[in-house]
């Protein structure tokens, strides 16, 4: 049910161009009118810093492997995303992730043996060109305001990818993560709608958790994030209803 980000590129960038103030000087920055790279997908990445607001509206869970990523779960089945209609508007008020706000741009390497960091950006996605409206790029050929502000949400966006790398190393040395697995009943149907192929708390082994690994879950802010984490899954029903009543649901498990 829950997958990762591919690894050739992040999910929703379908190519990757540094900005530049020599190549795009004349661009302007305009808001997406629709997210139409949202319409077919049913998990977004998560950090940390964001389980509370987002445990809200979206059930959260972790990407099945060995390197767990937390997920906001839009829809249950593959495809499916019950958040926006099919233009790719948002249905009702909703926590937007910031991995969706940060699209089109992103921080990346240039090249592998470079540790710096260049502000790129998505040139398929329509929200950049030389337009008449939006927001100018650079002024003067130097960085502008609204340039300048998005950087500082790509900065903040990684360094909270790094706490919540931090955060799922924690929750695995605890040994927290199980693969996780949910039946949902309806009526009419003899067998249950059965979704695997994610992680989530292990509610037991947090129950026994020693006295001091439970402390430094606490002192280190981890606990709450557990707990919103935990919280969140009653949302999957929640998710299925809506998917029932669009009517993209799959057939029950045999």
């Not at 931090?166 to 009526?187: C, H, N, P, R, S």
């Amino acid at each position: 049910m829950a997958t990762a980000p591919a690894a050739n590129l992040p999910l929703f960038y379908k190519d990757l161009v540094p900005l530049s103030s020599i190549d795009h000087a004349d661009y302007r920055a305009r808001p997406l009118e629709r997210a139409e790279f949202l319409i077919n997908q049913h998990a977004v990445p998560l950090t940390s810093d964001e389980f509370v607001s987002a445990s809200r509206y979206f059930p959260i869970v972790f990407s099945a492997g060995d390197n767990p990523v937390p997920l906001a779960l839009m829809g249950l089945n593959e495809g499916v995303n019950v958040f926006v209609d099919d233009e790719g508007k948002l249905i009702n008020p909703v926590y937007v992730p910031a991995y969706v706000r940060r699209y089109p741009f992103m921080l990346a390497r240039l090249r592998p043996d470079v540790e710096e960091l260049s502000l790129c950006f998505d040139p398929t996605s329509g929200a950049l060109g030389a337009f008449d409206e939006g927001d100018q790029l650079f002024v003067d050929e130097k960085p502008s305001d609204a340039t300048a502000a998005v950087l500082e949400f790509c900065r903040n966006f990684e360094e909270a990818g790094q706490r919540t790398g931090m955060f799922v190393e924690e929750l695995q040395k605890a040994d927290l993560l199980m693969d996780g697995e949910v039946a949902i009943q309806t009526d009419g149907n003899d067998k249950p709608f059965i979704y695997r192929g994610f992680k989530m708390i292990d509610e037991n082994k947090l129950r026994e958790l020693r006295g001091d690994v439970l402390r430094k879950l606490v002192q280190n802010g981890i606990l709450p994030l557990i707990f919103a984490h935990l919280f969140s899954l009653q949302l999957m029903r929640e998710i299925f209803a809506e998917q029932v009543k669009t009517g993209k649901m799959p057939l029950p498990a045999a």
